[in-house]
């Protein structure tokens, strides 16, 4: 099967989000300021009927555009970093570190995967690493290529990795992090049992990725990128350089978390390393502009598809109809037994998380209608936190509305269909995880 364009499909997404906003009825629930997580969050029970406000056809093509201003500074970290990695690029740097990398494990090349794994993973674990995955694209078709494994295999091994560490560890500020400030529950309660799941979830789905290379390593899968074959081993400049290009995620690691930093800070910082980065390798002031302005002209295509998508949450934002899909989906789950209600959160949040594609926005959104819910029906809180993580933290992997995804799965050539076929499978064994995690919190 052959869809259209990623961004023909997100635009035709924004119609259809405009025509629910003529079909639903408008709603919303009271909000309030949360001290705890400094967010604007729902109040339970407040639900009410609001003046209708249906999207036209003339306001769904300005949200197109307005998601480009909401979504601003995820576009600007995604046209910077790439922008420095571009520069890392042009000085030889990339090509003959991964030619050592590939080199290292020789006939071995598919026990790079678990390695590569782990890093992603580890990073979304700890900053829910997604769109600063997208400016490495090329860099990873690279090693891939070097490795013998199609774009699919890069692809699970960098942004499927980076997901399910956002799904399952403990210490992601803003998906774990939040749904655990407004179920007021210690941060890192229960840490066994998550870093468990988390290392149990990667295992399974660094096994399917390994198993998916494997089947088809050697294969020509058509990247779309035309990138050169790595020549000679790494200098010592070179590793200086990668260790100046990487600085800003290390920074921005301890920042998110200790400072408040935003996306804005990582972008200043691959700024930075960019410019050293040239500087040093000696492309001088005039070669090093040239090629960020390459980098970001690169990014572009990316950057339309994470404003679109954003649309899709502000049409339906618009038309007051966000909180409307909520409490109809919320309303059975109150009438359901305790056991099968808290299973049911899981799909509950996959279909709210199609509408509301931000993690820590969505947490904002359900958690202060669910706790309430749970303590009704005599359900943890823990439970309640780890099916937002399974049914949110998993959806990232396969809905379109995930403006991220579609523009790695752009960058990388491969298309939406084949992209699902192999993550399904990921998917439903890292929800067994999920499941069995939340029987385990029940039981005990």
Not at 275 to 303: D, N
Request: net charge neutral; glycine share 12%; proline share 6%.
């Amino acid at each position: 099967m052959k869809l259209p364009h990623p961004v023909i499909l997100l635009v035709a997404g924004v119609a259809v989000c405009a025509v629910l906003t003529w079909i639903l009825p408008a709603g919303e629930y009271d909000r309030r300021d949360d001290a705890a997580t400094g967010r604007s969050v729902v109040v339970a029970g407040t639900y009410h009927r609001v003046d209708p406000a249906p999207v036209g056809p003339f306001g769904a093509a300005v949200a197109i555009p307005r998601g480009f201003v909401e979504a601003a500074d995820v576009i600007g970290v995604v046209l910077f970093v790439g922008a420095a990695w571009i520069v890392v690029d042009r000085v030889g740097t990339l090509g003959r570190l991964i030619a050592a990398l590939v080199g290292a494990f020789g006939s071995r090349g598919l026990i790079a995967i678990p390695v590569v794994s782990l890093f992603f993973a580890t990073m979304g674990a700890l900053e829910n690493m997604q769109e600063e995955i997208i400016p490495l694209v090329p860099a990873l078709l690279l090693l891939g290529r070097g490795l013998g494994v199609d774009a699919v295999s890069v692809v699970a091994m960098s942004t499927g990795a980076a997901a399910i560490g956002s799904a399952f560890g403990p210490t992601n500020p803003f998906q774990a992090g939040i749904a655990m400030k407004l179920a007021q529950l210690p941060p890192m309660s229960a840490a066994g049992l998550r870093w468990t799941t988390f290392a149990a979830a990667l295992s399974l789905w660094v096994a399917w990725t390994m198993w998916h290379a494997a089947r088809s390593r050697g294969r020509d899968q058509g990247s779309g990128i035309g990138v050169p074959e790595p020549r000679s081993e790494g200098t010592a400049r070179d590793f200086a350089i990668l260790l100046i290009a990487v600085a800003p995620i290390a920074a921005y690691v301890y920042g998110s978390v200790a400072l408040g930093w935003g996306f804005n800070e990582l972008s200043g910082g691959f700024l930075v390393a960019g410019c050293i980065a040239g500087l040093l390798g000696g492309l001088g002031v005039a070669g090093t502009t040239a090629a960020f302005l390459e980098g970001m002209q690169g990014m572009l295509p990316a950057a339309i598809l994470i404003g679109a998508a954003r649309a899709l949450s502000l049409v339906l934002t618009d038309g007051h109809v966000t909180d409307t899909i909520l409490n109809g989906l919320a309303t059975p789950l109150s009438r359901a037994p305790a056991a099968l209600a808290s299973l049911l959160m899981i799909p509950f949040h996959s279909i709210v998380h199609v509408a509301v594609p931000s993690v820590s926005g969505q947490a904002v959104l359900t958690m202060p209608i669910l706790v309430p819910l749970s303590d009704l029906l005599g359900i943890s809180r823990q439970a309640t936190v780890l099916a937002y993580q399974t049914g949110a933290g998993l959806t990232e992997l396969l809905t379109p509305t995930n403006g991220g995804l579609m523009a790695v799965l752009l960058a990388a050539g491969v298309p939406i269909p084949r992209w699902i076929t192999f993550a399904i499978v990921g998917v439903l064994l890292a929800l067994a995880v999920g499941v069995v995690g939340i029987i385990v919190v029940l039981a005990g």
